[in-house]
Structures are given as C-alpha cells and as structure tokens.
C-alpha cells in the first residue's frame, strides 16, 4: 500500500484491470460500495444523506453510492451536475439504475442533509471549476455538514495537492486502490482530512501497468536496510561521523547534527573546529569527541581518517571564504556527505555546480533544504508551478543526490527517480534546530552503510516520531533524547519478536 499513483497512472490501472478480466462496470460498483460504506460506518447517526455527483465516472460513483445508501434504510437525494443524458460508458450505467428522484444544483438541500457526499470530480481534474460547479462546491463549503469525498475533493489536483480554484474542504475522503501524491502534498492533506483506501478489486497485476515514482513514507519502504548492530561490532564498526563547527557564537546548530548522528547509531561522532568553538562545545557534550582544526590545513587531517566515512557540514558553518575552504576540503576526501544550511547559500542559483563538486568528490549525498533554502539554491531553474515532489525529483536528477525538501510533507527524492512522501511530523516540529537534528539523522543512518535514499527516509520518518513522542512544548535541544524512544517504536512495529 505504499504505492502512491498519480492520476495519469491510475487511468493506466484501470485499462489494465478491464485487459485482466475485471470490467469498469465492476470496478465502479465495488468503489460505489465502498463509499456507502465509510459513510455509514463515520457517521452512524446520519439519516439523510445529500449526494453531489458530476458529470464522469466520479459522479458514477455517486450514483452507486446514493443507491446502495438507499437500499440499506438511509434518505439520499442526489444532486446530477448536468444533464443525465450527457453521462456516458459505466457513469451511465450507474445512472440508469438509480430510480430516484435528480434535483439541479442551484436547488441542492444542503440543509436537509446530514451529511454530503462529494462525488463531483475526481483527481484527474485539470483545470479551475467554474459555474454551477463552483457555486455547488461553494454552497458545500458554507453548509456546515460533514463533507466524505470521493477519491479526492473536487477542484483538487491529486498529483500536486493544489487546489486548481474552488475546492471542496472534506472530512473524509475515500480513494481507491493506493493513494494519489496529493492526498499526502500540502494543502490536499488538509484538504482531504481522513483518507481511506478501498480495495475495489483490481487484480494485483493491474498496477504493474502504472509507473510509480513516490510512496508512503512508512518503515516498510527502508525497514530491511536499516543498520543492525552486530554482536561483534565495535565503535568504528558502527561508523564515525565528522560534523563541522560553526564559529564561536554559532555552535549550538553543529551539535544538536552531532548529537542526532549519535543517537541514529553512529558509533562515534566527532565534532571539528576552531579552539575557542570547541571550548563551548565542551561545556555541553560527553559523548561526542572533539577535534581542532589546524588553521593552515583545516580538517582535511580528520578526513583523512580511514575510520571516517561519513561527514556533514552547513549547520552554523557560514558563508565566508573560510566556510568555502572547509566545504571543498570535504568534497575533495570523497566518502558519504550531508549537507545542510550554509551549504544552500554558497551555492546559491549554482545548483550544477554544487553537482559538480559532489560528482568531482566522489561523495554518496544527502541535502536537506526547507523550501526558502531549496528556492536558494536552484535560483532560476526552480519551478514554482510544479509539484514539491516534481521539484524534488527535478533537483535531485540536476544535482546527482538525494533531496529532502523539509516541511510538513517532507519529500525524498532521489536521482534514480524514487520518492517518498512523509506525513507523520506533528505541527509542533517546526521549531528552530529541529532541521540540524534531521540532518545529523541522515549523516548517523548513513554512516551505518544505510543507502543515501532509504538512509534520509527513515531519517525523516524517525525526526518525526520523536517530535509526536515529545509532544507540545518540544525543543530542537529535546528531539535527541527522544530518538531512542522514535527507535523503540520502530522494532516494536517492525521485528517478528
């Protein structure tokens, strides 16, 4: 279930399942079932029920659900956007078995209902609802009643998470067979609320026809590369990890990435940088070593450690000629890098160069930019009018490194072409710091030997059960602490044991 298929590839599904035996005219009925279904099981107490179905196979949809609503003791009235003899294939094959009553749309009774359901449009929309539509999606939005959408509110992009122009705001909203991306993207997450998955029965070889590029954000996507320790392993086993310090006044970014990277299992974690920053680090830190670097060579020494694999820099390190010395010394000893923060801002609108830098170095990386530091960063060659995923995975591609672009919907992409969306990051998470933890997150799973994309998945998904752990009042400083508890709950759900 972790597939998520964007709208052009479920049309695909579909042919595919017709070539395979099972017809549209089935299909549309199971989906039909299915939403009479959640609408009676969520709102038990609801007798009347106001149907809104469209001019395609979403209002088709409708139309089985009114039925089937009908037959089980409710009062349904349905709402047709349209003529009904403008129905065509399966949609009017619904419809002719429906022998209810049609009410037009300015005359829909919202205030009889108790709830509505939204079968205008479905995800394939592609352009701005206008007229009656709009006005019935307006009246929908004003009437107070709890709104189950089918397969997404109407006036939604399901690939991007957009609103194309007027938009339903539903409180549930029932899909079938995987989630679309904008079920999951911002605003449609919002937008949708609860969403449940039916099974319609498709035949499982029905999606092999879809190409699918993201998925779910869940353990089962990087749960079988995840680091096990090894009863004979030893520190330097287990990774070693070397953080650049920020300057004297700006060291608390670089720890809080250390820490993290300690927590995610790194073995040893090393933090590296002038005297007088060192000084301050000491104050706070036990665990986690400490290194100066010499003015004239820099940390290419620690680097060249053949124990230290992995290192991460950007979290505090600033801008300066200094700054832009230490990053190539990195670039330069190869290994596996995060790159975080400073990073975005000295290679700002030079997103090829900082490919070249990678590539030139050899280095396996992760970046991790939120959106103002991703817009930075790709200048011009960002698309605004594209979906975060496709930004994402444009960048990724551009660049020759896995992307997290961080927010509520964090999105992983990779240059291959894989994806995945999270959803699992409380509200309360977006704090200051909480990125350099999730960054020291992504440099501890990758020094463990976990591969770039599945390494800042998990990444990503464990920042955000240790934020849920914590609960209101968190702070970036409590977020390490909690990892091992994010930690816990993954082999709880995970291991057979």
């Known amino acids: 279930m972790l597939e998520l ?35 009676a099981r969520r709102w038990r107490d609801a007798r009347r ?7 395609g196979n979403n209002g088709g949809d409708g139309f089985v659900a009114a039925r089937r609503l009908l037959a089980a003791g409710h009062e349904v009235k349905l709402v047709l956007l349209g003529d009904r003899s403008s129905l065509k294939g399966d949609a009017a094959g619904a419809a002719a078995k429906w022998d209810g009553p049609l009410t037009a749309a300015a005359e829909a009774p919202f205030d009889w209902s108790d709830i509505v359901v939204d079968a205008l449009f479905g995800a394939g929309l592609s352009r701005a609802l206008d007229g009656p539509a709009a006005a019935l999606v307006a009246a929908a939005n004003q009437s107070g009643k709890p709104i189950l959408a ?17 938009c339903v705001e539903a409180d549930a909203t029932v899909t079938f067979i995987r989630r679309k991306p904008g079920h999951l993207l911002l605003p449609g997450r919002a937008l949708c609320g ?20 993201a998925r779910h954000n869940r353990p089962a996507l990087w749960r079988a590369s995840f680091p096990e320790p090894r ?9 070693h990890v070397a953080v650049w310090s920020g300057p004297l006044l700006a060291t608390g ?35 986690v070593m400490l290194r100066e670097a010499d003015e004239k060579s820099g940390w290419s020494p620690v680097l060249a450690d053949r124990r230290i694999g992995t290192w991460l820099f950007g979290p505090g390190a600033g801008t300066d000629e200094a700054a ?33 830098a990678i590539e030139d170095g050899g280095c396996e990386a992760i970046l991790t930019p939120h959106e103002g530091e991703f817009a930075r960063l790709m200048g011009e060659r960002r698309r605004p009018e594209a979906s975060k995923l496709d930004q994402a995975l444009a960048a990724s591609a551009l660049i020759g490194a896995s992307v997290v672009l961080k927010g509520p919907d964090t999105v992983v992409a990779a240059p291959d072409g894989r994806a995945s969306i999270a959803d699992n990051a409380p509200a309360f998470l977006a704090s200051a710091g909480a990125g350099d933890v999730l960054a020291g997150l992504c440099a501890g799973l990758l020094a463990q030997g976990m591969p770039a994309f599945e390494a800042a998945s998990a990444a990503v998904w464990l920042h955000g059960e240790a934020a849920k752990a914590l609960g209101r009042g968190m702070i970036a400083d409590d977020l390490p602490g909690a990892i091992p508890a994010a930690l816990g709950a993954l082999f709880d759900q995970t291991d057979p044991d």
């Open 5 to 39: 298929i964007a709208p052009s590839e479920m049309t695909k599904v579909d042919a595919a399942a017709v070539t395979l035996g099972v017809s549209g005219e089935t299909l549309m009925e199971n989906a039909g079932a299915a939403v009479a279904d959640v609408a």
């Open 231 to 239: 009863i004979d392993g030893h520190k330097y086993s287990r990774g």
């Open 324 to 356: 832009c010395e230490i990053l190539d010394q990195g670039f330069s000893s190869g290994g596996r890098a995060v790159l975080d923060a400073d990073v975005f801002s000295i290679f700002a609108d030079r997103p090829e160069e900082l490919g070249a």
């Open 150 to 166: 089918v397969d997404v509110p109407s006036g939604l992009d399901g690939a991007s998470g957009r609103p194309l122009g007027p």
């Open 49 to 55: 029920v106001l149907v809104l179905a469209g001019p």
């Open 253 to 287: 970014a670089s720890r809080l990435a250390a820490t993290a990277a300690l927590r995610a299992g790194a073995g040893a974690v090393t933090l590296v940088g002038p005297r007088p920053a060192l000084k301050v680090h000491a104050a706070h830190v036990t665990a």
């Open 194 to 213: 609860e969403v449940v998955v039916a099974n319609i029965g498709q035949p499982d070889g029905a999606l092999a026809a879809a190409e699918v590029a």
